[in-house]
């Protein structure tokens, strides 16, 4: 059955199948192992292709899945481009990232339910209003006891404008070192230089043509990064004066939108007339002709009948027109009372009479404040009328500039029809035509405290105190907004002092104008002409025993006022002499006649649109990167620009026009824009100003 094969000399013959082979079978082997171990590494490669494709689709499915027109959501946060493919806003999640394989996408909303601490409701949803227009609604709910929730927004090498009124007020904005998030609530910036204004609202906009608007339900904090360049929101209850609606778990909940334009006037305009309220009526067109004449720089709370009557005496005698005359602090006996101090004002009924009899309407301060010392302090504790301790029993005593008391509680409406009846009386009694109505600010609130309807926001605090001046908004007069755009009076930026700089100097008035009108308040009082001249805060009082501002600091702040929409003497300019005197009724005369019909009728058209009166230069130049940068110059309108000189020693000045022919007032010959003029003369008795030809 086997044919047995010789041997070859020196061989060895292999029995059955033993170990040592044949040597064909062992040159068999040898070849073999090799492409066994191809075979091997081929179904690798195979199998690794296979994985490697089935991740790679995997990959492309999450890549889509967390894109979302022009916006790509990452773990740490999200990016939204512009139409040409460039960054134009950035959002980095501070306070957790998200888990996303619990991401998923369902027609235009993204949503995700897991984060790296746990579960959340987090959301993008994708919003287009118009064709130049994109929404994304974002919402990041935690759905565990955490801290907090905190996204920060890079500036993206744009320019930022909004948000606040504050001390030293810039324009655009200036991120300055490194501050924690802190509530975002109206306050007193004249006594608290560091805290948020009392016109606020949550909204920014960008010179990238983007916008954010956070919500009213969200506890929020602000604060900011200079080494970051990155402002940062937050979310918070714990160790904060927001607290959760009624019957919510104080879970912390970050949401807002984020809208994405054309360029910068054309997404403001769709964000004013998307989110904030208008007025419903324009206020009184005689405070946008005449000045207002107050008692307070002048004669501060020495204020007297006496005092009084020689004042509007020589108003009149000096050939000065007058809107109303407004008798500030103090005229009462005790803060928090409704009548007339006797020994002050033996006889202000006589005295109205007089005044009337000399064409003039009258103004009284009034404030939310009832001393400790005043007979209507035991009245409001009576009749539960005070903001209260967190317990509810007992009223808060708070500490204001003029001392210490219980401060209403506007959230009530028997305080609210007691201080309107006190208000309406003392109209009817003496003919009162409004009221100035000071502070009002959630700063003078106790940290913790109650009101009869709870407050999750305390800043709508500032929103119902304002709303008492609805009734007598002709000529009413508020330095608090808070979603209050449709409270139509005048809003007063806070009291300026009688310097030269960006810190509540006259460098500010700008600024804080283009700011407060940026977030919807158009009709804007900038304060008294010079500044308070509060002691140790007035340029060029030292030594001087009169203790006026600087003469031409008042003149250069006379000019300015001349050109916004309503202007206000205090100190008068008689104070100084008759060089003062003949400048100030040549610009008291070119408000009326070329500032006021242009006022007027751009106030007619906020009703409708919200747009400001005072404006940016980006508002006709948006694609101009110099003039998202201006500060010193502005709009009336689209047609008429004013750049006032605001530097000591100067009767010149370099001013930037923007595209288009200008004509300057003086007539002399048109420019062709974008130009700087370099050092165009402005003597101290001139504004230099230009109109647009068409």
Request: hydrophobic share 40%; aromatic share 12%.
């Amino acid at each position: 059955m086997y044919q047995i094969v010789p041997v070859a000399p020196g061989e060895q013959q292999m029995v059955g199948g033993g170990a040592s082979g044949s040597p064909l079978k062992k040159k068999l082997a040898r070849e073999g192992r090799p492409l066994v171990m191809a075979g091997m590494l081929g179904c690798v490669l195979v199998l690794a292709a296979v994985v490697a494709w089935c991740y790679y689709s995997a990959s492309l499915r999450k890549a889509h899945l967390l894109k979302t027109e022009l916006l790509d959501l990452n773990k740490d946060g999200f990016i939204i481009r512009n139409q040409a493919g460039a960054v134009i806003f950035t959002m980095t999640f501070r306070s957790g990232t998200l888990d996303l394989d619990s991401c998923s996408k369902e027609g235009n909303i993204l949503s995700c339910a897991r984060s790296d601490s746990g579960k959340l409701n987090f959301f993008i949803q994708t919003v287009r209003p118009k064709n130049t227009v994109m929404c994304y609604r974002v919402r990041w709910e935690e759905l565990q006891d955490k801290h907090l929730v905190e996204h920060t927004m890079d500036y993206n090498v744009s320019h930022w404008y909004g948000g606040a009124e504050l001390a030293t007020q810039h324009w655009p904005i200036w991120i300055q070192g490194e501050e924690e998030p802190r509530p975002f609530i109206a306050s007193d910036v004249y006594s608290n230089r560091n805290a948020f204004g009392g016109i606020l609202e949550r909204y920014w906009l960008s010179s990238n043509a983007t916008a954010i608007k956070i919500n009213d339900s969200v506890p929020f904090h602000l604060g900011w990064s200079e080494k970051d360049r990155t402002l940062r929101f937050q979310a918070r209850y714990r160790d904060s004066p927001f607290r959760p609606a009624e019957g919510q778990q104080p879970f912390p909940e970050l949401s807002y939108r984020v809208c994405v334009g054309s360029d910068v006037t054309s997404i403001h305009k769709y964000m004013v007339r998307r989110y904030f309220p208008k007025p419903v009526k324009v206020p009184s067109t005689e405070v946008f002709k005449h000045p207002v004449w107050s008692t307070w720089a002048i004669h501060k709370t020495a204020i007297t009948q006496e005092k009084l009557l020689r004042y509007a005496s020589d108003i009149i005698t000096h050939g000065f027109t007058c809107s109303h005359l407004e008798l500030d602090d103090r005229y009462t006996a005790d803060y928090g009372e409704f009548d007339f101090d006797p020994q002050k004002f033996p006889n202000a009924s006589g005295m109205f009479d007089k005044l009337r009899e000399d064409g003039f309407q009258v103004s009284l301060w009034t404030h939310p404040f009832i001393n400790y010392d005043s007979m209507n302090f035991g009245v409001g504790v009576e009749k539960g009328m005070f903001v209260r301790e967190p317990g509810g029993e007992l009223p808060a005593l708070v500490r204001w500039w003029n001392g210490i008391g219980g401060i209403l509680d506007f959230t009530n409406p028997e305080a609210r029809d007691w201080y309107s009846s006190h208000l309406r009386t003392l109209k009817s009694r003496y003919h009162v035509t409004s009221f100035k109505f000071d502070a009002g600010e959630t700063s003078y609130l106790p940290r913790q405290f109650s009101t009869l309807v709870p407050l999750s926001d305390p800043s709508t605090f500032s929103r119902r105190y304002a709303e008492m001046a609805i009734p007598f908004s002709e000529r009413a007069e508020l330095r608090v907004g808070y979603q209050s755009q449709d409270v139509s009076c005048f809003f007063r930026i806070i009291d300026r002092d009688s310097v030269w700089g960006y810190e509540l100097g006259l460098k500010s008035i700008i600024p804080t104008v283009l700011t407060i009108g940026i977030l919807g308040y158009q009709f804007v009082l900038p304060d008294m002409i010079g500044g308070n001249a509060y002691p140790n805060r007035t340029a060029g009082a030292v030594g001087d025993r009169s203790g006026l501002p600087d003469r031409e600091l008042y003149i250069r702040w006379l000019e300015l006022s001349a050109f916004m929409p309503a202007m206000q003497f205090s100190i008068p300019p008689w104070a100084y002499d008759n060089e003062v005197i003949q400048i100030a009724q040549k610009f008291t005369q070119l408000h009326e006649t070329l500032v006021a019909p242009r006022v007027l009728e751009l106030a007619g058209e906020v009703l409708d649109t919200g747009d400001p009166i005072i404006r940016p230069l980006w508002w006709i130049a948006n694609d101009d990167e110099v003039a998202y940068k201006i500060d010193s110059q502005f709009l009336i309108g689209d047609d008429l620009l004013v750049a006032p000189v605001l530097e000591p020693g100067k009767q010149e000045r370099d001013i930037y026009l923007p595209a288009g022919r200008w004509r300057s007032h003086k007539g002399e010959r048109e420019h062709k824009g974008p130009i700087y003029l370099t050092d165009h003369p402005v003597d101290l008795d001139e504004v230099a100003y230009f109109t647009w030809v068409h």
